[in-house]
């Protein structure tokens, strides 16, 4: 099973859309959870960190659930900038504390926002 | 955007010939990494630091080392490159190793070995 499961996608939607992405992660002592993006050929970009209650951002919420070691992002009011691979990221936790931040990436969902 | 800069930003060599990736950063952070992000891998972390001169493997070290001799700098080096380290290579770097401390991202180096 892999640390970072996430649906590859494609995930095509209209302008306006709401679309939400999913991911779980095996690693129970995992601490910190993000979300990245990343457009083609270019590097992953912090899009938002994921606390327990749950956070928003503008049209962006994540949602952690540690009990089912599931996380999500819902993008409303989609925008053809929104067009980009979303990578769910992960801390390698353990007990000891000596992940040194080593972070654990998913291989991304894919979507694209069309007119 | 965090002050981070690789260099090559390409760069197309030779199967056997040694390589040396740079990393620069102007944010005086404790922790960098090296990954390589491949098609159907996603990112894969190769060594990182964790200090000056402390430097430890990651998941797909074979073939690669590292330096750190100053705070700003972390250099990947590929004593003898070959066609499978053809990929995408990406610094990050962290301010801390705990709590919710992200990684940043450089803008990626290109490596084609032929």
């Known amino acids: 099973r892999k640390e970072v499961e996430q649906d590859p996608g494609p995930f095509n939607v209209p302008e306006g859309a709401t679309v939400a992405f999913n991911c779980t992660y095996s690693?129970?002592?995992?601490?910190?959870f993000f979300w990245y993006r990343q457009d083609c050929r270019k590097e992953p970009k912090l899009l938002m960190s994921?606390?327990?209650s749950g956070n928003e951002d503008g049209r962006f919420t994540a949602q952690l659930n540690r009990a089912s070691q599931y996380i999500s992002l819902l993008i409303r009011d989609s925008k053809l900038s929104d067009s980009a691979t979303y990578l769910c990221?992960?801390?390698?936790?353990?007990?000891?504390?000596?992940?040194?931040?080593?972070?654990?990436f998913g291989q991304g969902t894919i979507l694209t926002v069309h007119p | 955007d965090a002050g981070i800069t690789q260099s090559p930003r390409h760069k197309v060599t030779e199967t056997g010939t040694p390589v040396t990736l740079r990393c620069h950063q102007t944010?005086?952070?404790?922790?960098m990494y090296w990954y390589r992000q491949d098609p159907g891998h996603g990112l894969r972390l190769i060594h990182y630091?964790?200090?000056?001169?402390?430097?430890d493997k990651g998941e797909v070290s074979d073939g690669y080392s590292v330096s750190r001799s100053k705070t700003e700098d972390f250099l990947l080096t590929l004593e003898s490159a070959t066609s499978s380290q053809t990929s995408v290579y990406f610094c990050?770097?962290?301010?801390?190793?705990?709590?919710?401390?992200?990684?940043?991202f450089g803008d990626g180096t290109r490596l084609s070995i032929l």
């Open positions: 994921v606390y327990s």
């Open positions: 990221v992960v801390n390698k936790g353990d007990a000891g504390g000596t992940s040194y931040g080593k972070l654990t």
């Open positions: 630091s964790y200090g000056v001169k402390d430097t």
């Open positions: 944010e005086n952070h404790r922790y």
């Open positions: 990050a770097i962290s301010e801390t190793q705990t709590g919710y401390q992200p990684q940043h």
């Open positions: 690693n129970s002592a995992s601490q910190s």
